[in-house]
């Protein structure tokens, strides 16, 4: 059986926390980004958890992560 390998654009846009959950950034971080309050663009900084429905499907992606 050949070696299971990671999605790289999974790797790029989702990180695991040292208590095992999935994070992702939010999306539109960028696009038009002057024109919006500075609350917004502050809240593009943080980190938001993966849906629990959206965490099988992500974790396939990253087998390395599946420990």
């Given at each position: 059986?050949?070696?299971?390998?990671?999605?790289?654009?999974?790797?790029?846009?989702?990180?695991?926390?040292?208590?095992?959950k999935?994070?992702?950034?939010?999306?539109?971080?960028?696009?038009?980004?002057?024109?919006?309050?500075?609350?917004?663009?502050?809240?593009?900084?943080?980190?938001q958890?993966?849906?629990?429905?959206?965490?099988?499907?992500?974790?396939?992606?990253?087998?390395?992560?599946?420990?």
């Amino acid at each position: 059986m050949p070696k299971m390998k990671t999605h790289k654009g999974a790797k790029a846009r989702y990180g695991i926390t040292g208590t095992g959950k999935l994070v992702r950034m939010k999306r539109h971080s960028s696009h038009l980004r002057r024109k919006k309050p500075r609350v917004v663009r502050a809240q593009f900084d943080e980190k938001q958890p993966v849906s629990p429905t959206q965490r099988k499907r992500i974790l396939k992606l990253i087998p390395a992560y599946n420990k």
